[in-house]
T-cell receptor, first 113, second 116 residues
Framework: QQQVKQSPQSLIVQKGGISIINCAYENTAFDYFPWYQQFPGKGPALLIAIRPDVSEKKEGRFTISFNKSAKQFSLHIMDSQPGDSATYFCAASKDNAGNMLTFGGGTRLMVKP | NAGVTQTPKFQVLKTGQSMTLQCAQDMNHEYMSWYRQDPGMGLRLIHYSVGAGITDQGEVPNGYNVSRSTTEDFPLRLLSAAPSQTSVYFC???????????????FGQGTRLTVV
């Protein structure tokens, strides 16, 4: 059973639009929630991360919204650009750090010019 | 500073063959992990290590062995390859959580393994 569920599997957005990817988790022991970005042929790279003591974190055009009671978190990409086209993974861990991550299934984002 | 280096980048094996995927990091990280990536399933943890001489199983450990004799290296061994092990393998390293300091996991470029 997948402990972190991610949707949608694929997403097409026009340049300048907002991309939204959602994740839901089951294990309440998770205490660290990163998002990773992966380009073809490359390894995942950390994009932004949040811990459950805050409900939102923003870094540039990327924002994580976190709802602890609903056990859900989402990534918002504002003013989406073609260069944002990649696969995005949400993840979670229980040690308040980036170790032993449980990943969602991934979302392939395409931003059309 | 190379980060996390994986070799080889590509490999084709016949069923029953053995091989070792190499992983090295130069960031003096305590934690190292191996993941496999399959379509629609994200990355799944195979084995991990919290320091030299210490390893443990992750979500999908069957068919894989690991050892950690040094801080820098964390090889993954397939003793008898099976077609179900066809996947892309990623090694990652990270440091221990220290207060609010960055505990990002750094990933290698991956090894694409095909078992025929």
């Amino acid at each position: 059973q997948q402990q972190v569920k991610q949707s949608p599997q694929s997403l097409i957005v026009q340049k300048g639009g907002i991309s939204i990817i959602n994740c839901a988790y089951e294990n309440t022991a998770f205490d660290y929630f990163p998002w990773y970005q992966q380009f073809p042929g490359k390894g995942p790279a950390l994009l932004i991360a949040i811990r459950p003591d805050v409900s939102e974190k923003k870094e540039g055009r990327f924002t994580i919204s976190f709802n602890k009671s609903a056990k859900q978190f989402s990534l918002h990409i504002m003013d989406s650009q073609p260069g944002d086209s990649a696969t995005y993974f949400c993840a979670a861990s229980k040690d308040n750090a980036g170790n032993m991550l449980t990943f969602g299934g991934g979302t392939r984002l395409m931003v059309k010019p | 500073n190379a980060g996390v280096t994986q070799t080889p980048k590509f490999q084709v094996l016949k069923t029953g063959q053995s091989m070792t995927l190499q992983c090295a990091q130069d960031m003096n990280h305590e934690y190292m992990s191996w993941y496999r990536q399959d379509p629609g399933m994200g990355l799944r943890l195979i084995h991990y290590s919290v320091g030299a001489g210490i390893t443990d199983q992750g979500e999908v450990p069957n068919g894989y062995n690991v050892s950690r004799s040094t801080t820098e290296d964390f090889p993954l061994r397939l003793l008898s390859a099976a077609p179900s092990q066809t996947s892309v393998y990623f090694c990652a390293s990270s440091s221990s959580y220290l207060g609010q300091k960055n505990t990002e996991a750094f990933f290698g470029q991956g090894t694409r393994l095909t078992v025929v």
